[in-house]
């Protein structure tokens, strides 16, 4: 009897502390994701209740002529010849700003440098940079002649007369669309990305190249965000009112650090633009309410990392595909992601093993940084 009341005793504890353990692991998980719990939970609980989100898209439909006013911005610098009498495989967007030259130069001389591509991989792959205007006039003048410049070099830069500022990213979302519907519709993929994520353009285009084999449509893939409520902090950079959105969840979608889409998604997507309220200006929720339009959801991929950094480390880059918030790093990190002795670390068994442990290490431990999710190290 007093045995048995002791083994009931540790078994409870032992509940106990799994509980309190478990808890203290989603509090920690809820706090790092920079939110409010009530939200989540709310949000959470919706997804899970509701089986369509139509009602989003059907409240914010307006007519083409009013949607027009969005997206409706002239050319300053374009190049319509891009893609024409090429297998394109990749177009590339990258959101960029008139004074991000070094990242721009970067990004040409690393992952975005399309003779490369060309070269080791022998595939087309089209990168280009999407900007606007530079929101302060005295700088415009400037930087509006380094950029014809710059352009003349790179022959890259496409850019409108809207005002190149955070809450005019769904302009160049619209941008990245119409433009992709009008000179680069031959594409079998468009990703877009911000300019300071890394991109492991090996591993993608290998990744790539076996979707297009398999012929799969519907295709969008990145980290995804699964009811995500919206940020009603008025703090906070991505703050959006009650009245731009009512609701307190958004559709799924995948962070606009770096997401790709087929090329009957990004139509689809550029079709469903052309009839919404485009005032909402998180530019990948955008996006999510569009697809969500269509009848197109996203699917996760482990190694596209959302706002997340890769840790560094030979058996992540094998798998990597991209990363955020690089900017001085991207040649160190390319020289050493596509190094050869990368893909022999992992060979055989037991690097296999070597390289599971050494995943687990980095991605399954309690850790503060945003990174890749821990079942990417069974990958
Ligand atoms: C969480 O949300 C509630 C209502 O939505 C609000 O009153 C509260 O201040 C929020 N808490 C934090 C920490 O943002
Ligand atoms: C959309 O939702 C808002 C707020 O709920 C409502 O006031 C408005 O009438 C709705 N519009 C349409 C077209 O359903
Ligand atoms: C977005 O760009 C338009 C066109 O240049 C401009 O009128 C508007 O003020 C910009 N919006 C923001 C929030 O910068
Ligand atoms: C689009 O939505 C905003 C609110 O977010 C509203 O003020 C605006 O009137 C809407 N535009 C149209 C054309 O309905």
Same mark, same amino acid.
């Given at each position: 009897m007093v045995v048995n009341f002791r083994r009931f005793r540790k078994c409870q504890v032992r509940q106990l502390m799994m509980t309190c353990f478990v808890i203290s692991a989603v509090m920690v998980y809820w706090e790092s994701s920079d939110s409010n719990l009530t939200n989540h939970v709310k949000s959470y609980s &919706?997804? %899970? &209740? &509701? $089986?369509s989100l139509d009602f989003i898209s059907a409240n914010l439909t307006i007519s083409r002529g009013e949607a027009r006013r969005f997206s409706d911005h002239q050319y300053l610098i374009n190049h319509e010849q891009k893609c024409t009498n090429r297998d394109v495989l990749l177009l590339l967007f990258v959101k960029s700003s008139p004074e991000n030259f070094e990242r721009r130069q970067a990004i040409r001389s690393t992952w975005g440098n399309e003779a490369y591509i060309e070269r080791t991989l022998g595939v087309s792959v089209r990168v280009v940079f999407a900007l606007g205007l530079h929101p302060s006039p005295s700088q415009r003048k400037k930087l509006q002649e380094m950029l014809h410049q710059e352009d003349e070099k790179y022959n890259d830069l496409i850019q409108q007369d809207f005002l190149d500022t955070f809450h005019n990213l769904t302009i160049k979302l619209l941008l990245q669309l119409g433009w992709t519907h009008a000179y680069c519709s031959n594409a079998q993929f468009l990703m877009s990305a911000d300019d300071d994520i890394f991109v492991h353009m090996p591993n993608l285009i290998h990744y790539l190249q076996e979707v297009r084999r398999s012929g799969v449509k519907d295709f969008w893939v990145g980290k995804v965000h699964r009811g995500a409520p919206p940020i009603r902090r008025k703090d906070s950079k991505y703050y959006v009112s009650e009245e731009m959105y009512p609701w307190s969840m958004y559709p799924d979608y995948t962070p606009g650090a770096g997401y790709v889409v087929s090329k009957d998604v990004a139509a689809r997507v550029y079709e469903a633009s052309l009839t919404l309220n485009a005032s909402l200006y998180i530019d990948d929720v955008f996006m999510g309410i569009c697809a969500n339009a269509m009848g197109? $959801?996203?699917?996760?991929h482990a190694f596209f990392s959302g706002e997340g950094r890769a840790p560094y480390h030979l058996c992540i880059y094998n798998q #990597? #595909?991209? $990363? %955020?918030? %690089?900017?001085k790093d991207f040649h160190e990190l390319w020289r050493l992601a596509t190094d050869p002795e990368v893909q022999k670390v992992s060979l055989g068994l037991l690097g296999k093993l070597y390289c599971t442990v050494a995943k687990i290490r980095l991605l399954c431990v309690p850790q503060f940084q945003n990174t890749y999710p821990c079942r990417a190290a069974f990958l």
């Open positions: &919706l997804r %899970h &209740l &509701l $089986s197109i $959801s996203p699917q996760e #990597m #595909m991209t $990363s %955020h918030g %690089h900017v």
